[in-house]
């Protein structure tokens, strides 16, 4: 009789596991489904407007796509989230949500891709990357699970629209560490702990 209870619960656990890596895969399909849409809404448009519920990508379902912080770089979630995770690694709230602010203004616009992936990559071949982290020649795999998760409920909350622009339209940005050249042809927009944020004069991409 207690073989056959081993036996049975064996059995439920694996079901149940099944079941749960069967709901993960269908919760990363959505999501993926969903953030595409959501991108070329936002590059079409440039539009901030609210999304309808049944559009919005869910925090489980956002979780699914790269829990491991360890998938290509080939969809819209995944791409924000290691832009976010990377850049502003060590940093607070606000700077991982302003890095989410920027690729989203940047998306679209005159002057860049219409794709978040596009936009993150951009420059890589050129060897001019607009985000470092993309030519650093080290791993892009994230290395903390719980800034990763974090980053990837920001990317959520950005593709959504339901993130207050805190660098108010800025495209570009730099740590508060350096002083570059190029900082002087622009307007500056804001400041984080970490970084500061500046868009162009006439709005036009350079």
């Given at each position: 009789?207690?073989?056959?209870?081993i036996a049975t619960c064996l059995a439920i656990t694996l079901l149940g596991g099944q079941a749960s890596a069967a709901d993960q895969a269908q919760n990363k399909e959505v999501a993926v489904d969903k953030a595409q849409v959501l991108e070329q809404k936002t590059a079409e448009k440039g539009s901030v407007a609210p999304v309808p519920k049944a559009e919005t990508i869910t925090p489980s379902e956002a979780q699914a796509v790269d829990p491991a912080g360890k998938a290509p770089l080939k969809d819209a979630i995944t791409c924000l989230s290691r832009t976010i995770f990377w850049e502003a690694k060590g940093g607070e709230l606000a700077?991982?949500?302003?890095?989410?602010?920027?690729?989203?203004?940047?998306?679209?616009?005159?002057?860049?891709p219409g794709t978040v992936c596009e936009v993150v990559k951009q420059g890589s071949k050129k060897h001019a990357c607009q985000f470092s982290w993309w030519c650093d020649r080290r791993s892009d795999h994230a290395?903390?699970?719980a800034p990763y998760a974090a980053a990837t409920e920001i990317a959520r909350k950005a593709l959504n629209h339901q993130l207050t622009d805190r660098t108010h339209g800025a495209m570009y940005f730099h740590s508060k560490h350096v002083k570059p050249e190029w900082a002087r042809e622009y307007i500056k927009t804001a400041e984080t702990r970490k970084f500061v944020f500046y868009k162009p004069h006439d709005g036009t991409a350079r």
């Open positions: 009789m207690r073989l056959i209870w700077d991982m949500e302003a890095v989410a602010n920027v690729v989203l203004n940047r998306l679209g616009h005159e002057g860049f290395d903390e699970d």
